[in-house]
């Protein structure tokens, strides 16, 4: 799909935030060894070898400026053979201290658990015990609602129907299950971002009838922000928010306004080479403060 790019709306960073005013901690992995390598999503199909690394490095690092503008960044060492390693929403779900580290679905990914735990027990987190045989790939699947105590939680193509309760159990807050139906979107972060004020960023297309009634329920329909198709192919829904900034990939001048009207500040952030991997900004990271 082609369309003529959308002028980037980028304000200038604040100059000289220092991290003691950032609010929120943020994981990432530099991309040295990302690549695609194998095929575990719809985007990659064909892709294999096909992500530029300069490319995708200095997409990264704007990325990873415009951030730390707003937030403090954290950094895990990439490691070799760990070529989807730089898509740390998939590390675990950190919350209050404690960390489930992902347990992978794709055996792809397994070796990652490893390099993930590591650094998450010299950090100080406390792990919770999650069983060997439920697939659950992190806060790529469970997104914190940031107006409502509560947990949506995506399954079906990656995570295990069973981790919602799982969850709540683990960390005592409640869960919502939400199924995905589009392999497109096999991440719940791939097609649903939580933003504050109750607002919800979303393609409703990837949920289930149940679901997507759910998800009006609990938001409120005054508070959701549907996205178009084009949109969501172009991973808006992708979208980091740090301080009333939200990052995304691309989004078409309607889904701007939109999200100028809530009260933010849209920062179009290219990730074209992370694309081919299936992941765009969301993805890239991990909020480590969770509360
Ligand atoms: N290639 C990676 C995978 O399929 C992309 C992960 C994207 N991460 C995310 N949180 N949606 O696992």
């Given at each position: 799909?082609?369309?003529?790019?959308?002028?980037?709306?980028?304000e200038?960073?604040?100059?000289?935030a220092?991290?003691?005013l950032?609010?929120?901690?943020?994981?990432?992995?530099?991309p040295?060894?990302f690549?695609?390598?194998?095929?575990?999503?719809?985007?990659?199909?064909?892709?294999?070898?096909?992500?530029?690394?300069?490319?995708?490095?200095?997409?990264?690092?704007?990325?990873?400026?415009?951030?730390?503008?707003?937030?403090?960044?954290?950094f895990?060492?990439?490691?070799?053979?760990?070529?989807?390693?730089?898509?740390?929403?998939?590390?675990g779900?950190?919350?209050?201290?404690?960390?489930?580290?992902?347990r992978?679905?794709?055996?792809?990914?397994?070796?990652?658990e490893?390099w993930?735990?590591?650094w998450?027990?010299?950090?100080?987190?406390?792990?919770?015990?999650?069983?060997?045989?439920?697939?659950?790939?992190?806060?790529?699947?469970?997104?914190?609602?940031?107006?409502?105590?509560?947990?949506?939680?995506?399954?079906?193509?990656?995570?295990?129907?069973?981790?919602?309760?799982?969850?709540?159990?683990?960390?005592?807050?409640?869960?919502?299950?939400?199924?995905?139906?589009?392999?497109?979107?096999y991440?719940?972060?791939?097609?649903?971002?939580?933003?504050?004020?109750?607002?919800?960023?979303?393609?409703?297309?990837?949920?289930?009838?149940?679901?997507?009634?759910?998800i009006?329920?609990?938001?409120?329909?005054?508070?959701?922000?549907?996205?178009?198709?084009?949109?969501?192919?172009?991973?808006?829904?992708?979208?980091?928010?740090?301080r009333?900034?939200?990052?995304?990939?691309?989004?078409?001048?309607?889904?701007?306004?939109?999200?100028?009207?809530?009260?933010?500040t849209?920062?179009l952030?290219?990730?074209?080479?992370f694309?081919?991997?299936?992941?765009?900004?969301k993805?890239?990271?991990?909020?480590?403060?969770?509360?």
């Amino acid at each position: 799909m082609k369309r003529a790019a959308a002028p980037l709306l980028l304000e200038p960073a604040p100059q000289g935030a220092a991290p003691a005013l950032a609010t929120e901690g943020i994981l990432m992995c530099a991309p040295d060894h990302f690549g695609v390598d194998y095929v575990i999503n719809p985007w990659m199909e064909r892709q294999i070898g096909k992500a530029e690394r300069e490319l995708a490095e200095l997409q990264w690092k704007y990325l990873a400026e415009q951030l730390s503008a707003r937030a403090r960044l954290r950094f895990i060492a990439p490691q070799a053979g760990a070529p989807d390693m730089v898509f740390t929403a998939n590390a675990g779900l950190a919350f209050a201290g404690m960390v489930i580290v992902s347990r992978f679905r794709a055996p792809e990914r397994r070796p990652e658990e490893r390099w993930f735990r590591e650094w998450f027990r010299k950090e100080g987190f406390k792990e919770a015990p999650w069983p060997e045989d439920i697939a659950f790939e992190g806060a790529g699947d469970a997104l914190f609602d940031r107006a409502q105590p509560l947990i949506w939680c995506g399954h079906g193509w990656r995570t295990s129907k069973e981790a919602p309760a799982l969850i709540e159990n683990i960390l005592g807050r409640s869960t919502v299950g939400l199924r995905l139906v589009d392999p497109r979107f096999y991440h719940l972060d791939t097609c649903f971002c939580p933003l504050p004020g109750g607002w919800l960023l979303y393609y409703p297309q990837a949920f289930d009838h149940d679901s997507q009634q759910k998800i009006a329920t609990l938001a409120g329909e005054e508070k959701l922000i549907p996205v178009s198709e084009e949109d969501a192919m172009f991973f808006a829904c992708n979208a980091v928010e740090a301080r009333g900034a939200v990052f995304l990939n691309d989004a078409t001048q309607a889904l701007q306004r939109r999200l100028h009207e809530a009260g933010f500040t849209p920062v179009l952030t290219p990730l074209s080479e992370f694309f081919k991997a299936g992941g765009a900004a969301k993805c890239l990271t991990l909020k480590l403060d969770e509360r």
